[in-house]
């Protein structure tokens, strides 16, 4: 399965107000799981706005991570 880890101020991608929004959701629309980091949204105040994807934990998303053979980062 493909993830869309999204972590610090990455978050921001998924909440409402995004300018990349509607190209994450059909990414999502076609099976890719985008999960966000549940500490980096509270910390940063935008749990209510998460717009897709869902709320993550660093064991989930290390584990998405550690889980495949590939991993891009910018």
Do not use: D, F
């Amino acid at each position: 399965m493909t993830h869309i880890l999204l972590v610090n101020s990455a978050v921001t991608l998924a909440c409402q107000g995004s300018p990349v929004l509607e190209s994450l959701t059909g990414l999502a629309g076609m099976g890719i799981k985008i999960l966000a980091c549940g500490t980096c949204l509270r910390h940063l105040g935008l749990t209510e706005t998460l717009t897709v994807g869902e709320v993550s934990n660093m064991v989930a998303i290390v584990g998405a991570m550690t889980a495949t053979t590939k991993v891009l980062s910018p």
